[in-house]
């Protein structure tokens, strides 16, 4: 056992020293770890930012311009004034994503009680901002209206309805957006810096180094996995550190160490993964073409994009075996929530029999290919 650990220190050491003399992977996982994460972070938006919003004001009342003025940055751009006839070309080349037509007499028929109707054309193209922004102009014309009137609209309501978000009160997206990116980037680097390490030693002829020395395929794959991911950990940790927390402003409640305990499970599971695609292809491209759908549907399905609750109820137990589900499941607990040992012990366990599984059948395939390039 001693001699076994011995082998992997030292190759794993040569890995180290590979990656090193390997310029454009250290690029990759810089560029992936600060830029790609504040990019995406600040970029992607779910919430309603700066939405473009029109209003055709028929009426030209108080009460119209007091609904006009209500729109407001940072969620809405200030209102253009449209006539009727220019709704079609503004909506229709994309220039405004909402139009509201106040229609004529409307606070002369409110004060009336003859119920006015309000149009809102929406351009459901921009999805996000479609399906939120439509609520949110509903809302602040109903509350503009209650407070023409001289009521509250809630004081008279039976029920009154208060939210409280937790983990994320401001409901900002990049709270959420950044510490996913984190994830990703940590699978699909897993995959590729360990398929890539072992396609480089085919390319390069090393691989008939090994083959003549005293060592295992077990000796050569755990190096590979254990200086593969300790850049991967590492690199993962201090991006958490200063650019989710300390650039993005993105606080993290749980504990860091248990974060990187479980980064450290689950990385065992996601690089024998990636030794396994690496039997498979025969060049660096034929891996490439193996990894990058692997990695979307690991990515897609895993609830970093869409909650699992939002899936069909046989694709979410057919995605449950995915070492990326128990990983995001694990990360946005922590993280996101504080949760301690004693409530992610189930997805630890889980990343850990996956990688065990993971890593059995990665190491017959490795050694299949051994024997046949001896």
């Known amino acids: ?8 220190w030292r190759l794993g050491i040569k890995e180290l020293h590979s990656l090193r003399r390997d ?6 996982i810089v560029y992936v770890f600060t830029l790609a994460i504040h ?15 029109a209003v055709v004001d028929e009426d030209r009342s108080a009460l119209s311009r007091q609904i006009r003025d209500a729109f407001r940055p940072p969620l809405f751009q200030t209102p253009v004034l449209l006539a009727p006839q220019q709704v079609d070309e503004a909506m229709d080349h994309g220039r405004q994503t909402f139009v509201l037509d106040i229609p004529p007499r409307f606070e002369a028929d409110l004060l009336a009680g003859r119920g006015p109707d309000l149009q809102l054309a929406v351009d459901a193209t921009a999805m996000t901002q479609a399906g939120i922004g439509a609520t949110y102009v509903e809302t602040i014309v109903m509350a503009e209206i209650a407070t023409f009137l001289g009521g509250s609209g809630a004081a008279a309501a039976p029920v009154a309805t208060v939210v409280r978000a937790r983990f994320n009160p401001n409901l900002d ?7 996913m ?7 699909i680097l897993a995959i590729v810096l360990v398929g890539a390490a072992v396609m480089r030693e085919r390319e390069h002829g090393t691989i008939e180094h090994l083959l003549v020395m005293p060592l295992r395929a077990s000796e050569i794959m755990a190096a590979k996995i ?7 950990l590492a690199a993962a940790i201090l991006s958490l550190w200063l650019v989710v927390n300390g650039l993005l402003g993105v606080p993290i409640v749980g504990s860091t160490a248990l974060f990187a305990l479980g980064t450290g499970v689950y990385l065992v599971s996601v690089t024998a993964l990636g030794i396994l695609l690496s039997t498979l292809a025969r060049s660096m491209p034929q891996f490439g ?3 990058i759908p692997v990695f979307a549907v690991m990515n897609m399905l895993s609830g970093a994009t869409t909650p699992l609750e939002s899936m069909p109820a046989a694709l979410r137990l057919l995605v449950q075996p995915m070492p ?13 929530r504080g949760a301690g040992l004693e409530t992610v012990w189930p997805q630890l366990a889980a990343m850990a029999a996956i990688g065990a599984a993971f890593f059995v059948l990665a190491l017959a395939r490795f050694r299949a290919a051994l024997a046949a390039a001896a």
Do not use: C
């Not at 990019?39 to 919003?53: D, H, M, Q, W, Y």
């Not at 254990?226 to 991967?232: D, Q, Y």
């Open 289 to 291: 073409l193996l990894a």
């Open 324 to 336: 990326s589900t128990q990983f995001v499941a694990f990360a946005q607990a922590v993280l996101y």
């Open 1 to 8: 056992m001693r001699e076994w650990l011995t082998h992997v």
């Open 226 to 232: 254990w200086a593969n991911g300790l850049v991967i």
């Open 173 to 179: 997206s990049t709270w959420f957006t950044a510490v």
């Open 181 to 187: 990116q984190v994830i990703n980037n940590v699978t």
């Open 39 to 53: 990019s995406v972070a600040t970029g992607v938006k779910t919430e309603v930012v700066n939405a473009a919003i």
């Open 23 to 28: 310029p454009v992977l250290v690029l990759l």
